[in-house]
């Protein structure tokens, strides 16, 4: 019985370890969300636009928020601890300044 108690504690804290909680997640939302933003505006430019022009700002959007994902998931792998952050850092890993 002790041992699966144990056991059990154990992977409680391993699963907890591996969610970070040092507001990593929250900043990388933060980033996705900006630049899905600007990639709703970029479809919106598009729908205006015919042609290869139209074309290639659809494809300027699509870019744009799988770079959005791609900073989502670097800032919540580098397990940045966003708590000690300023703002001014903050905005600028969601900017990319």
Known sequence: MRLIITTGLAA???A???CGGDGDDKLGD???DAAENQADMMD?????MTGPAAEAMEDKADATRQAGEDKEEA???SDVDADDLTNGQKDAM???Q
């Open 75 to 77: 800032i919540d792998d």
């Open 30 to 32: 933060q980033a996705a």
């Open 44 to 48: 919106e430019q598009a729908d205006n």
């Open 16 to 18: 907890l370890a591996a």
């Open 12 to 14: 409680a804290c391993l």
């Open 94 to 96: 969601i900017n990319g």
